[in-house]
């Protein structure tokens, strides 16, 4: 995938799920040098992103870092904290519990997320504030 993105750590995520706009809103908030991008997986640059990366059934949240390959699950969100320098208690739990056991949770609460939380009919749009680091 030839892109002048993917030299960028970009969060891909759910652009219908309110809880995935949730975590995105707070990882905005904490990027402080303002260097993260975002993606909704439903726009065209996530969907590539997607083939491209043979990633077709995940339908969640997923971490890109250059070099990396693509951080999926609870990896995602913990190498999402180690990357935004949180050391908060989802870090350490997440640092401490085997992904196995980690990632079991994060996939039962993807499961239910738009039975618990909603689904939007459209993705969101994002404030204007963040929009030149928004990538459809």
Aim: with cysteine; net charge positive.
């Amino acid at each position: 995938m030839s892109n002048k993105f993917l030299d960028k750590s970009i969060i891909f995520y759910d652009g219908y799920c309110p809880l995935c706009h949730y975590w995105v809103r707070y990882a905005i908030k904490k990027d402080r040098d303002n260097k993260l991008y975002f993606s909704p997986i439903q726009g065209e640059f996530g969907q590539k992103f997607i083939l491209d990366n043979d990633l077709s059934s995940h339908d969640s949240v997923i971490f890109h870092q250059p070099k990396y390959e693509p951080f999926l699950y609870s990896k995602a969100v913990f190498e999402l904290l180690k990357y935004l320098k949180l050391n908060n208690p989802l870090f350490y739990l997440l640092k401490f519990t085997p992904f196995i056991i980690s990632d079991f949770f994060y996939k039962l609460v993807a499961k239910i997320r738009h039975v618990v939380f909603g689904k939007y009919d459209e993705c969101e749009i994002p404030d204007k504030e963040i929009s030149s680091r928004i990538i459809l």
